[in-house]
């Protein structure tokens, strides 16, 4: 019989050693600079907000920790072992777990199979799916979660968004992950779906899991977030904690910071009634 496999089984760290750092990490394809030595810790039961606009460098940060891309300067470590990611599985098997904004989910088949998608159960000398054994387990992990679907055999495909992105992340606490990456998890979801996923992100950093949430809402990042990181053009422009920062400051980091400081005193030149608020809310309403 086929015993569910966890993702980092010997993977041992305190709470205070980072379970994944970063130190001074570039990337660059060709003549492009994506990254320009950003450096990044995440530490168990923390969560590491990274926001940042479009070609911020989110996604080559993403796929550098997921093993799909490899850094071309700096130092990866992952607890305490300088690592080379050759492929996606490395990662997986290093307790890093990625959970991508498209999902990686069949639509057409039941809730329980993709649960188990790639780590199904057999049983008998010819290998046959135990399907009540992955239902049952199934269930009872969506259920200690607080996830309710009560018909487990119906496509994952009729489930909501957040739906969907709970079921992938209690399928990655399920087998094991130490370190849990979302991306974008709430981009393309309404208030209230949005509200469900974070309050699993929650859950999962009380579960004891470093989840790295990559996002360019700083309203998300600040209902769960321990810990903040900006990036703008490849680069780390803003590196805190929650008690060091409020969400007023964060939005004006993330819509510009000293940028938009400068924008607004040449604006006011122009029409001295304008102040930075009036352009950062116009800057959201893009």
């Not at 080379?84 to 991508?100: N, Q």
């Not at 949430?213 to 321990?226: C, E, K, M, Q, S």
Request: charged letters at 20%; glycine letters at 10%.
């Amino acid at each position: 019989m086929t015993t569910t496999k966890s993702f980092a089984d010997d993977a041992t760290t305190s709470p205070n050693t980072p379970i994944v750092l970063l130190e001074d990490v570039g990337k660059s394809y060709g003549n492009i600079q994506a990254l320009r030595g950003v450096s990044l810790s995440v530490r168990q039961g923390e969560i590491t907000c990274v926001l940042g606009d479009n070609g911020a460098g989110k996604s080559t940060l993403i796929k550098i920790i997921a093993g799909l891309h490899d850094y071309t300067s700096g130092r990866m470590s992952v607890n305490g072992e300088e690592r080379h990611f050759g492929s996606p599985r490395e990662s997986l098997d290093s307790g890093i777990a990625t959970v991508y904004q498209d999902l990686a989910l069949a639509p057409l088949m039941s809730v329980w199979r993709n649960f188990f998608l790639g780590n199904e159960l057999t049983k008998g000398p010819f290998r046959q799916l135990d399907a009540a054994k992955m239902k049952r387990i199934a269930q009872e992990e969506l259920t200690k979660m607080g996830i309710s679907i009560p018909d487990l055999e119906q496509p994952v495909g009729k489930l909501s968004g957040g739906q969907r992105q709970c079921v992938a992340i209690a399928r990655a606490i399920h087998f094991g992950a130490k370190v849990l990456i979302l991306d974008e998890p709430t981009a393309a979801l309404g208030v209230n779906q949005s509200g469900v996923v974070l309050k699993y992100v929650v859950k999962a950093r009380d579960a004891g899991i470093g989840v790295i949430f990559i996002t360019h809402n700083p309203h998300h990042a600040y209902l769960v977030g321990n810990h903040f990181v900006v990036l703008k053009l490849g680069r780390v422009a803003l590196d805190t904690h929650r008690a060091e920062i409020t969400l007023e400051e964060l939005t004006t980091e993330m819509a510009g910071g000293s940028e938009l400081e400068a924008l607004s005193h040449e604006l006011r030149e122009i029409n001295p009634e304008v102040v930075v608020d009036d352009v950062r809310k116009g800057q959201e309403g893009t």
